[in-house]
């Protein structure tokens, strides 16, 4: 039952998903406890080191430039301001940290040559450090590795039917090239996805086939609950009920045993009770912080209470996987080259949220 499968089909995981809750609830903590400690937890933190003004137009996110949200361009943090981000979490009991830019593709440059430099010089705290730059090549992957890259978080955010729905300004198959380029390096996978836009059971079903079928599972795998953001073309979408963030970490679980499931964005709407569900379920994973990004987030000193009343230890960085070497710019094997990457841009159009642009320019 608990083998870890590569070929797991969309209507297996429907039938798992499908399940009453206690018998889906007792499979999923039993797979759970033959591979993991149930009572720790990994703790990351989010930092922006780039925000808004980006060219996508995922239908979701606060900082796309074609939407009308609260969210207002910044240019790249500095290394220094980076690194103090990076202690401040370290002292908060946060293992790894997470640099998000907002940007379509990593371009070779100045800006890119300045993340390499945070990866080296957060590596160097003894903290794990991951990624989300959007999409890279082979030659970028080796770089960051070299730096001392942990994970690169790349989310195929739903399935491949509904993802045209959501996102129109890239395609899935470029998702997964991401994802193999970074497997070509030492750099673990963080990939997942959001539940709520709008999506049936049998997409999340079907990202679930995406995911749990590549070749390794992804190392990390985390389940957003959408946070309707005001100016979005989702923001009149409902929040998704616990039970549904439940049967999907659960389903997770499942068909994907060894990975590490992180509860991720959502969590403000979450009760504690709800939280600890989860965790039954076989999330071991959440990011903390009181800021995703551009969402709202639960304070991390009030995660920590939740983890005392819970009895949760947080993991201490590299008890899953060795720490990276980090590899000086001057000495590395991978030089810039310069690349001009054709990444896809599919037709189709996602409607740009006018109501939300007419009521700005009323506004102002
Ligand atoms: S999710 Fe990332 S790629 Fe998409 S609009 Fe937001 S910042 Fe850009």
Redesign the pocket.
């Known amino acids: 039952m608990s083998e870890i499968r590569h070929n797991w089909t969309k209507d297996e995981i429907l039938r798992i998903y499908n399940k009453p809750l206690m018998d889906l609830l007792y499979e999923a903590a039993t797979i759970h406890r033959k591979y993991h400690d149930p009572n720790t937890i990994q703790v990351s933190t989010l930092i922006s080191v780039k925000t808004?003004g980006?060219?996508?137009?995922?239908g979701?996110?606060?900082?796309?430039a074609r939407y009308h949200t609260h969210v207002e361009a910044e240019g790249l943090l500095t290394v220094p301001q980076v690194k103090a981000q990076a202690l401040r979490a370290k002292s908060a009991g946060s293992s790894r940290v997470c640099m998000?830019?907002?940007?379509?593709n990593v371009k070779d440059g100045p800006e890119f040559d300045q993340v390499l430099e945070m990866v080296r010089t957060i590596n160097k705290l003894d903290m794990e450090v991951c990624c989300?730059l959007?999409m890279i090549t082979e030659n970028q992957a080796q770089r960051l590795s070299e730096a001392g890259l942990y994970a690169y978080n790349h989310n195929l955010d739903t399935s491949e039917e509904y993802y045209k729905e959501v996102?129109s300004t890239r395609g899935y198959e470029d998702r997964l090239q991401t994802i193999e380029n970074v497997r070509k390096t030492n750099i673990t996978v963080c990939s997942g996805g959001i539940i709520g836009m709008g999506e049936s059971v049998e997409d999340r079903a079907s990202m679930l086939v995406s995911l749990s079928t590549l070749y390794p599972q992804p190392e990390s795998v985390p389940i957003n609950a959408l946070v309707a953001v005001e100016g979005t073309p989702l923001e009149d979408q409902k929040p998704v009920e616990i039970w549904e963030m439940i049967r999907m970490i659960a389903t997770t679980r499942i068909v994907m045993p060894t990975t590490q499931i992180r509860l991720s964005a959502g969590r403000t709407h979450i009760s504690r009770e709800g939280q600890a569900m989860c965790f039954f379920a076989g999330a071991n994973s959440i990011f903390a912080g009181d800021k995703l990004?551009t969402t709202p987030n639960p304070d991390i000193a009030e995660d920590m209470r939740m983890f005392e009343i819970l009895g949760m230890r947080p993991q201490k960085p590299f008890e899953t996987h060795p720490q990276p070497q980090t590899i000086e710019a001057e000495d590395s094997q991978y030089p810039s080259l310069g690349e001009k990457p054709k990444w896809s841009r599919p037709s189709h159009k996602i409607e740009r949220n006018e109501k939300a642009r007419i009521k700005k320019e009323k506004i102002s």
Do not use: F, M, N, V
């Not at 979701?60 to 796309?64: K, R």
């Open positions: 808004g980006c060219s996508e137009d995922c979701y996110c606060a900082q796309a998000g830019a907002a940007w379509r989300t959007g996102i990004l």
